[in-house]
T-cell receptor, first 113, second 112 residues
Framework: QQQVKQSPQSLIVQKGGISIINCAYE??????FPWYQQFPGKGPALLIA?????SEKKEGRFTISFNKSAKQFSLHIMDSQPGDSATYFC????????????FGQGTRLTINP | NAGVTQTPKFRVLKTGQSMTLLCAQD?????MYWYRQDPGMGLRLIHY???????AKGEVPDGYNVSRLKKQNFLLGLESAAPSQTSVYFC???????????FGPGTRLTVL
């Protein structure tokens, strides 16, 4: 079953705009929520991650917002650039132990110049 | 430091053939993982290992076997390939004290 649902499937944003990707999870035992960025022909790479003890985490132009009661989290990319064009995956797991990540379906982001 | 490497990069098999995918990491990581990536389904965990000599099933283990005889290597085997196993396979590794999983470049497998 898909325990992490991601939307939208694809997203087109103008350069300089804000890109927003949303994820919802079901398992309340999850306590680690990373976002991975993947360029064509490459493996995913960790972009930013959050634990549920905070509601927001910002690293440069990338921000994760986390809503524990709604079991939702989102990625915001400010001042989006053509180089941000990639596929983004949210994921969730329990932090302790083997960290078996459950991934969302992915969002293909295109930033138009 | 090569990070996580995967061999081969591409492979075409016929139904019923067998093959082994090799993952190697030079970061002395304890944890290693095998995922498959299919369009519209994200990445799904096949098998994982928490240390040398250990393996465990993930979300979609059927049709695959794994071995971790050496800490730096994690092998994924397909004994009798099926068209449903056409996918891109990614290996990842992680240190026991960290959160980040480091991914390899992937192996694109086609089963005819």
């Amino acid at each position: 079953q898909q325990q992490v649902k991601q939307s939208p499937q694809s997203l087109i944003v103008q350069k300089g705009g804000i890109s927003i990707i949303n994820c919802a999870y079901e398992n309340t035992a999850f306590d680690y929520f990373p976002w991975y960025q993947q360029f064509p022909g490459k493996g995913p790479a960790l972009l930013i991650a959050i634990r549920p003890d905070v509601s927001e985490k910002k690293e440069g132009r990338f921000t994760i917002s986390f809503n524990k009661s709604a079991k939702q989290f989102s990625l915001h990319i400010m001042d989006s650039q053509p180089g941000d064009s990639a596929t983004y995956f949210c994921a969730a797991s329990m932090h302790q132990g083997a960290q078996k990540l459950v991934f969302g379906q992915g969002t293909r982001l295109t930033i138009n110049p | 430091n090569a990070g996580v490497t995967q061999t081969p990069k591409f492979r075409v098999l016929k139904t019923g053939q067998s093959m082994t995918l090799l993952c190697a990491q030079d970061m002395n990581h304890e944890y290693m993982y095998w995922y498959r990536q299919d369009p519209g389904m994200g990445l799904r965990l096949i098998h994982y290992s928490v240390g040398e000599g250990t393996t465990a099933k993930g979300e979609v283990p059927d049709g695959y076997n794994v071995s971790r005889l050496k800490k730096q290597n994690f092998l994924l085997g397909l004994e009798s390939a099926a068209p449903s196993q056409t996918s891109v396979y990614f290996c990842a590794s992680r240190t026991g004290g960290g959160d980040e999983q480091f991914f390899g470049p992937g192996t694109r497998l086609t089963v005819l």
